[in-house]
């Protein structure tokens, strides 16, 4: 049973952070349009207005394009929502990483040795069925999320801790100095 729980807690951690990932895309695409969009509005107004004052065809120019950009955008925002979206991963990821402590509480749990291993086997069931109805409901993520996600994990790896590390986040009195040198 232990190794079937590992490989669902190790499937878990995978899809947790290809969720955050995929969440950090859609707002670095919102952050991005949304100032393309300030930008190229501002300065077609300011195209339009200086019309008032002259007849330069290249102002004329500039501006329709600007103007094009802008429509674009609004079109796309109207298209995708990038704000729902990104709330939609993020959502999936808290509740992953909810599923992702059950099942390490249950690994805890088999090598205590504290509950039997029928009632393992129950809290193991209750947190797969919890953990399908996420996987139903979830998001699609792209192949950028999955690369992004890989390198966080096994390059950068973003869920693993030094013990200073550790040690850093608690008070004295529950740090664990040389205990493990």
């Known amino acids: 049973m232990e190794t079937s729980v590992r490989r669902s807690y190790a499937s878990v951690v ?6 955050e990932k995929q ?3 859609y707002t670095k695409q919102y952050r991005f349009l949304e100032t393309l969009n300030i930008i190229s509005a501002s300065i077609t107004s300011v195209g339009i207005l200086s019309l008032i004052f002259t007849n330069q065809f290249w102002i004329k ?3 329709a394009i ?3 950009v802008t429509i674009f955008v609004s079109a796309y925002f109207k298209s995708f929502d990038l704000h729902r979206m990104t709330l939609s991963n993020k959502t999936t990821a808290n509740k992953l990483l ?3 402590d059950q099942l390490y509480l249950i690994i805890l749990k088999i090598h205590m040795e504290c509950d039997s291993a029928n009632d393992l086997l129950i809290q ?3 947190t797969l069925k919890e953990l399908d109805e996420i996987y139903q409901s979830a998001p699609n993520t ?3 999320a999955v690369k992004l ?3 966080a994990l096994n390059v950068s790896k973003d869920n693993t801790f030094t013990e200073d590390e550790i040690n850093a986040f608690l008070p004295d009195e529950l740090r664990m100095e040389g205990k493990y040198e």
């Open 14 to 19: 995978w899809s947790h952070k290809i969720q």
């Open 23 to 25: 969440c950090d895309i």
């Open 61 to 63: 120019i500039i501006s």
């Open 66 to 68: 600007l103007s094009f």
């Open 98 to 100: 909810c599923i992702r």
């Open 124 to 126: 193991y069931e209750k």
């Open 142 to 144: 792209t192949d950028k």
């Open 149 to 151: 996600a890989r390198k």
